[in-house]
T-cell receptor, first 113, second 114 residues
Framework: GAVVSQHPSRVICKSGTSVKIECRSL??????MFWYRQFPKQSLMLMAT?????????EQGVEKDKFLINHASLTLSTLTVTSAHPEDSSFYIC?????????FGQGTRLTVV | GDSVTQMEGPVTLSEEAFLTINCTYT??????LFWYVQYPGEGLQLLLK?????DKGSNKGFEATYRKETTSFHLEKGSVQVSDSAVYFC?????????????FGSGTRLLVRP
């Protein structure tokens, strides 16, 4: 199957700083990528849908100025958590669409201290 | 709106036991249905899928049948192994949604003991 690589897998940052998470489709081009957030022992909540070359579509309740998404190429989407706070600590997972399937990255564990 | 409901976990079984994880959905039209598995510290992997009523998805000994009459997509395996311990997510994709985004259930943790 198609491979989606997410980096970094773990990151610890200080409160008030920004963190960038990369999501790459390694062997296919993804016109659409998705960013999810997963709280401990809970399901994945869709944050935004990212389309190459256009602005991301954010789900209700997600702050677009805090979670900046850039989809500059057909193989790369980035999520930047700006001015991170401890409540932003979570597991972030990206997904890339390939034809009729979605393939997931390994996830990024963000801890804000 | 569309939604997915899964049985709460954790589910604890002995090796070689029979597994059922219930999943029901609410959606308009004819959604596609999926089961994903998440191993500790990892992202999600597609386990199986079904795109129309009465389809049966199967993979690695797991099966699920798309039942439109009961709006269900229960996951089953005849004989679980310790290596099956993971969190299992039921998900749907709306037939009307051209973006192909997924709606997930809350996940069910499975623990298989030797």
């Amino acid at each position: 199957g198609a491979v989606v690589s997410q980096h970094p897998s773990r990151v610890i940052c200080k409160s008030g700083t920004s963190v960038k998470i990369e999501c790459r489709s390694l062997d296919f081009q993804a016109t659409t990528m998705f960013w999810y957030r997963q709280f401990p022992k809970q399901s994945l909540m869709l944050m935004a849908t990212s389309n190459e070359g256009s602005k991301a579509t954010y789900e209700q309740g997600v702050e677009k100025d805090k979670f900046l998404i850039n989809h500059a190429s057909l193989t790369l989407s980035t999520l930047t958590v700006t001015s991170a706070h401890p409540e932003d600590s979570s597991f972030y997972i990206c997904s890339a669409r390939a034809n009729t399937e979605a393939f997931f990255g390994q996830g990024t564990r963000l801890t804000v201290v | 709106g569309d939604s997915v409901t899964q049985m709460e976990g954790p589910v604890t079984l002995s090796e070689e036991a029979f597994l059922t994880i219930n999943c029901t959905y609410t959606a308009t039209g004819y959604p596609s249905l999926f089961w994903y598995v998440q191993y500790p510290g990892e992202g999600l992997q597609l386990l199986l899928k079904a795109t129309k009523a009465d389809d049966k998805g199967s993979n690695k000994g797991f099966e699920a049948t798309y039942r439109k009459e009961t709006t269900s997509f229960h996951l089953e395996k005849g004989s679980v192994q310790v290596s099956d311990s993971a969190v299992y997510f039921c998900a749907l994709r709306s037939w009307m949604d051209s973006s192909y985004k997924l709606i997930f259930g809350s996940g069910t943790r499975l623990l298989v003991r030797p």
